[in-house]
């Protein structure tokens, strides 16, 4: 999933509909990148201005880390 | 090389430059938060306990009054910080998120209440190091954590740490022993067993605490996780002081001179400079990891020796008289210089195969 898809996404679920809120998700990305439990796809510029213009915007996925992970939060937290 | 190449290289450069400036950040304030930390002994706040502690319970020996001064301290150390990252996390609207964390006991509050306790024994010993022996080897015991957190990380959180790594963090810890070994050699050593195990307490409990927090930094907020360790641990100061009191201990009877403004000024100093160090601390952890996030944060014991020198005067910030002079400034200077090589190394390290953290 695209970074602007994510933002979106989180914005709505945590009402976080601002520059500041979309900047900490961004961060909380970056951070998973780091934990192992995401990893970096594609990338390209946003000639389009999806997210930011003229920046780089990256698409992640799941590593298998983070797959077994999101199971254990399942398990532990009841989400769905 | 591409242009995309290109720019995600420097992308992972900037997130790893971002990661070592927070650790700098850290060093900083925690090295500033032992002015406020040495001031606050002599107000009366603190010496007050000492007076009303030897005069409702003189059968109490002196070395057991010192620890509950301590204790007193550490809980209102606790306080402060829990405090302040209060204002700071209601300013940046995280609130609902330190809820949300609160109640997910076992995907993330468990780990910061680990935490919490861990710090608790870390800040605690610091102290007892501190006052039964000497400052210096309080902060030298200190220094030994980032060897605690790296076993612990690369065993138990699978982070994976580069030799260069490895190499930094040694020179870092040789630094910081040169750095306060004039003090030990001159003197200012007489034996306390209690100091002893004081600075075995820091080392293992800031150790432990890397571990404990990094575990549940991976899904949660850093300044919201930092924010339930200090609640966790300023409640379990609570429940000390409030068991000490109800024991017939008068500990909790100067807390009236916190309406006194230096001595609020100064209690709010030790928490915003701990607090700030700490949320600059879990913010780099997931840039760096555990291991080197606590390696460049060690440079706490320089900027410890600099900020005492600044505001107390060289030879009370490093204890020393005319004929220790020589051998204090000296092995000061050297332990210095040898810190900042080792942070050198640590910062200059091409990291580009180390986007991920963990082990593949």
């Known amino acids: 999933m695209w970074i602007q898809d994510i933002v979106t996404k989180l914005e709505m679920e945590y009402d976080m509909n601002s520059k500041h809120g979309g900047a900490m998700i961004n961060y909380d990305v970056v951070e998973l990148v780091s934990a192992g439990m995401v990893k970096e796809g594609d990338c390209k510029i946003d000639e389009d201005g999806l997210y930011h213009k003229g920046k780089l915007i990256t698409c992640y996925s799941l590593t298998d880390y983070g797959m077994d992970t999101l199971c254990d939060l399942k398990v532990k937290v009841g989400g769905h | 090389m591409s242009d995309i190449e290109t720019i995600k290289k420097m992308d992972h450069k900037k997130k790893v430059r971002i990661g070592l400036i927070m650790g700098i950040l850290c060093a900083l304030y925690w090295g500033i938060w032992y002015v406020p930390g040495s001031a606050v002994w002599s107000m009366d706040i603190m010496t007050g306990v000492y007076d009303n502690i030897g005069t409702a319970r003189p059968e109490i020996d002196p070395e057991t009054v010192h620890i509950l001064v301590c204790i007193f301290l550490t809980g209102l150390n606790a306080i402060f910080c829990a405090l ?34 861990c710090g608790a024994c870390a800040v605690f010993g610091t102290y007892l190091a501190a006052s039964f022996l000497s400052p210096g080897f309080a902060a030298i015991a200190g220094l030994l ?63 432990l605490e890397g571990v404990c927090a990094g575990k549940a930094l991976d899904v949660c907020e850093p300044d ?36 006194d403004p230096v001595t609020l000024l100064v209690f709010l100093l030790l928490g915003l400079s701990f607090a700030w160090c700490y949320v600059c601390w879990y913010k780099c952890f997931p840039f760096l990891g555990v291991a080197r996030g606590q390696a460049v944060g060690s440079l706490y014991a320089a900027c410890a020796v600099i900020f005492l020198v600044v505001f107390s005067g060289p030879e009370a910030a490093l204890g020393y008289d005319n004929d220790t002079m020589l051998i204090i400034v000296s092995t000061t200077i050297l332990g210095l210089v040898i810190c900042l090589i080792g942070s050198y190394l640590l910062a200059s390290e091409d990291t580009e195969g180390m986007v991920s953290l963990r082990g593949e």
């Open chain 2, 224 to 259: 919201v996780g930092l924010h339930l360790r200090f609640i966790f641990e300023a409640l379990f100061w609570v429940l000390v002081l409030g068991a000490i009191t109800i024991s017939g201990i008068p500990i909790l009877d100067t807390i009236g001179e916190l309406f």
């Open chain 2, 145 to 207: 954590y980032p060897v605690i957190g790296t076993i612990l990380s690369v065993l138990y959180l699978k982070q994976k740490v580069s030799k260069r790594g490895y190499i930094s963090i040694l020179i870092l810890l040789a630094g910081g022993i040169t750095l306060y070994s004039g003090s030990l050699i001159t003197g200012g050593t007489e034996g306390s067993v209690i100091g002893l195990i004081g600075g075995v307490m820091a080392a293992f409990g800031w150790g």
């Open chain 2, 84 to 117: 302040v990252l209060f204002i700071w996390n209601s300013v940046l609207g995280k609130l609902p998120e330190l809820h949300r964390e609160l109640h997910q006991v076992r995907g993330a509050s468990k780990y910061f209440m680990a935490a919490g306790l």
